[in-house]
């Protein structure tokens, strides 16, 4: 069956490092890969998008990659800041169909550190 | 710009009693729409979505329906709620099948 499995559920870093998230699945050809951040109590906002031929994504101090070899994709935000810490969730989006249905990870908890 | 508005934030309901939450979008026409449940730790379950008015697609067996009598409007309905539906509700729209998808704020439902 198809998995979805997002590195430890809680990640702790210091203030202007760069954290590193893991998004890895299974059984599953994706065409584009979705992560959001999710704050206590609200819904979750949209990042960043990468398509299946695209090797690597950046918006600002978010980098994402994304390798359909090893069915990995890696979320990266550099100089890191308190105000980002926040769950944050990996989705894959289907090969066909109009509705494009997302499936989601369980999401990673980040902490920064001031 | 596009908007997307769902309530109430929050509600607590008694066991066996009806359920009505509602979202509605603005700022597109023909959006794809879904309904989303998410167990508290978990990742977000698709409940159902719709490509168009009147067209629903349910993606597990439960005791939920969804209608969307309005091309922006979509709606969460039980005749009689279960303990087992308490949950974060949250409701999602996407523009064609190449955007991500937007979320609304959640609905928290408390089912006592």
């Known amino acids: 069956s198809q998995k979805i499995e997002q590195n430890s559920e809680a990640l702790n870093i210091q203030e202007g ?7 890895n699945y299974t059984n599953y050809s994706p065409a584009y890969l979705q992560w959001y951040r999710q704050d206590p109590g609200r819904g979750p906002v949209f990042l960043l998008l ?3 031929n695209e090797k690597e994504k950046r918006k600002e101090r978010l980098k994402v990659t994304f390798d359909t070899t090893l069915k990995q994709s890696l979320f990266h935000i550099t100089a890191s800041q308190p105000a980002d810490s926040a769950t ?3 989705a894959l989006a289907g090969a066909s169909g109009s509705a494009r249905q997302l499936t989601f990870g369980s999401g ?3 902490t920064v550190l001031p | 710009s596009q908007t997307i508005h769902q309530w109430p934030a929050t509600l607590v309901q008694p066991v066996g009693s009806p359920l009505s939450l509602e979202c509605t979008v603005e700022g597109t026409s023909n959006p794809n729409l879904y309904w989303y449940r998410q167990a508290a730790g978990r990742g977000l379950q698709l409940l159902f979505y719709s490509v168009g008015i009147g067209q629903i697609s349910s993606e597990v067996p439960q005791n939920l ?3 969307r009598p309005q091309d922006r409007q ?7 709620l ?12 996407k523009s064609d099948s190449n955007q991500p998808q937007h979320f609304g704020d959640g609905t928290r439902l408390s089912i006592l």
């Open chain 1, 88 to 90: 944050y969730l990996c």
């Open chain 1, 17 to 23: 490092k760069t954290a590193t998230l893991t998004c």
């Open chain 2, 82 to 93: 279960l303990l087992s539906d308490s949950g974060f509700y949250l409701c999602a729209w």
């Open chain 2, 65 to 67: 329906s969804a209608s």
């Open chain 2, 74 to 80: 979509f709606i969460l309905s039980s005749k009689k």
């Open chain 1, 108 to 110: 990673t908890q980040l």
């Open chain 1, 50 to 52: 990468i398509r299946e």
